[in-house]
């Protein structure tokens, strides 16, 4: 009698569902050692210099595994300083590297700060939208090197107020023999709050959020530099 055998259509494999550890720990590496001494040929007894060598990178696992710890430790108790740094500046007046403003819907007139390397003959400033589209240029007379800040109302070049957001803005400057120069700008004002973001901490500046890293002067409300 022949028995039919059923073709193994449905048959599924979990194969697809089995993860695969691609890492050896300092654990699986013991147990591969163990396991190698007990099995090993008698005959051909593993050479001494082989174990040695085996014994090395052991070793050199268990160190490593070490300072990967070490490191998290370090690296999660920076973190917590940092978030703590950061509440500090709270209600603090701040100047960042960066180039972004946030303005329009009846806001305060926003702040852009910007520093000269030297005197100039005058200064544009161009804003632009989050299209990159130019939506108001200031004209500024001649200033002296140093920090300066020109306020924002808000308002496109046809008067119109702009829709509430975040806005980027350029400076460029002309010194005395007429040659444009980009000046380097800054974001500047009061820190109303503090924000923390995959490991970032962010202070909440005239509302943009600015790395803590880019911070670059601290003032106390009453002007006094920290």
């Known amino acids: 009698m022949i028995i039919s055998v059923n073709k193994l259509d449905n048959y599924t494999s979990d194969t697809g569902k089995r993860e695969i550890k691609k890492t050896l720990g ?3 590496f013991m147990r591969l050692l163990v396991t190698q001494m007990q099995f090993q040929d008698p005959l ?3 050479e001494n210099t082989e174990f040695t060598a085996q014994l090395a990178q052991f070793s050199s696992l268990d160190q490593l595994s070490g300072i990967n ?10 973190s917590g300083m940092n ?12 100047k960042a590297s960066g180039n972004k403003v946030y303005a329009g819907g009846g806001a305060a007139p926003s702040v852009i ?3 000269l390397d030297k005197d100039v003959s005058g200064v544009t400033v161009n804003i632009y939208d989050q299209e990159g589209k130019d939506v108001r240029t200031l004209e500024i007379d001649p200033q002296e090197a140093g920090v300066h800040r020109v306020e924002w109302d808000g308002k496109n070049n046809l008067g119109e107020t702009v829709s509430q957001g975040e806005y980027t803005f350029s400076v460029m400057a002309k010194d005395a023999e007429g040659k444009s120069f980009d000046a380097l700008t800054n974001i500047a004002g009061v820190v109303t709050g503090v924000s923390f973001e995959a490991g970032i901490s962010y202070l909440l500046v005239s509302g943009i959020k600015v790395p803590l890293d880019h911070v670059t002067e601290v003032k106390a409300l009453n002007n006094n530099t920290i």
């Open 44 to 46: 051909k007894p593993m």
């Open 69 to 78: 710890e070490g490191v998290k430790s370090f690296s999660d108790a920076q």
């Open 113 to 115: 700060g910007y520093s």
């Open 83 to 94: 978030r703590g740094q950061a509440v500090n500046f709270i209600n603090k007046e701040v």
């Open 26 to 28: 300092k654990e699986e």
